[in-house]
């Protein structure tokens, strides 16, 4: 049995439901969720959500473990910008390798400009554990943002993990415009990408120009001085995985135009 599966057997049985009750609740067949407990398979992302009400937890108990035995990978194939270029507060690049970051994606295929790449490579990118490789990704399970897109949402991480999860090729796709992010299973290379949406409550903006670049500026100063909380900060991210310990952290927050904020995520609780 697979640690996704013995999770799922636990927390059904800590609920009261046995398997014909989960599956009368998910609409699916207590086959389905025998196999899912057995390591046979794994539930499709789209039953996810409704999975984690049912047994009380949430997607991220479900899904972790299994993800961390995965070999993934990560690909930026982005030419069209300037990632040093400031972003409120943050460089472009922040916003783009903190999905990666939050999923335990440290090694990133990066096919960009020289200059991108000379950036890439400065001490800046040291402390998270990153590793860069300037080639194509080839027979991995790899996870692809192809424009400079600025994304976020409260459960994105979730849908990722999700995609990650699902063994197949699939697209995220906000409403009414173009896929985002691409997550590529090395076992269904040959097969054609499914599109999911990732529906309402998502920010989808473009990065791709200096006026567009304004646009999201503008909407992270807002965010963050009305909330008191961080988008796209890879220290903070960082910390919470226990990649960098709290000295680490408040050495950066004193060289960061955003060290007020980072300094408050000291002593809230680290995961991983």
Known sequence: MNETGKIIQDLRVKAGFSQKTLAKALHITDKAVSKWERGICLPDVTLLPKLSLLLDTDIDVLV?????????VGCIDINNCDFSQPVYDKPQVYYLLSHFLLLGITKIHVLTTENNKRYLQSDKFNA???????TLPMKQNVMTISYPWFLFGSDLTQQFQGAMLSN??????PDNQEPVFFFSHREASSKKPTSRTLGRGMICLDMGDYDKVLDVASFVRTYQRNSGLLIGS??????KQGIIDSETLME???????GDLLRNVKGKPQVG
């Open 234 to 239: 890879l220290e903070e991210i960082a910390y």
């Open 64 to 72: 972790s473990k299994t993800i961390e035995q995965e070999e993934w």
């Open 252 to 258: 950066m927050a004193d060289r960061l135009p955003y």
């Open 128 to 134: 998270f554990g990153f590793k860069f490789l300037f």
């Open 168 to 173: 197949r090729n699939i697209n995220l796709v």
